[in-house]
């Protein structure tokens, strides 16, 4: 064999163990602890990354609605207040000429009254001319 005695292994391979242990003791589980609290630590934020993501997909969600149902609002407002103009523009128009046709028909009545009595005065006023004409051709009256 070699030359080694299991008086010169048994203390080698004591020392072995004995190192592995202080090794494991001192550095291995400190450093996988270590490791494992970055782990958590990591595991955490990625946890808190998703939740963040997904809470703001869902305040996202949220603003596209309440923006649709704010332009379906205001587009509805829209239409109320364009139908109430129409109709009360229709209202107006219709009023405006319900006036005129009455001014009209005041113009017109008030225009054959006018028209009847100048026409009675230019007959009244043609008879006596007629007379005086009679009576400066004739020299009497009739």
Known sequence: MLGLSLHQILP???????????????LYRPMLKNMDQRKEIIDG???DA?????????????????LQQARRDAKNIYNKIHEEASAEEKEILQQARLKAEKLM?????DLEKDFDSAKEELRSY??????E????????AL
Do not use: P
Not at 50 to 66: F, I, M, R, V
Not at 105 to 109: D, E, F, N
């Open 12 to 26: 080698a391979v004591f020392l072995i163990l004995f190192l592995m242990w202080i090794l494991n003791l001192l």
């Open 126 to 131: 043609v008879e006596s001319l007629s007379r």
């Open 45 to 47: 934020a990625v946890r």
């Open 105 to 109: 028909a005041k113009a017109m009545t």
């Open 50 to 66: 998703k939740h963040a993501d997904q809470k703001l997909k869902q305040l996202q969600e949220e603003y596209e609605q309440a």
């Open 133 to 140: 004409i009679c009576v400066k051709i004739l020299g009497r």
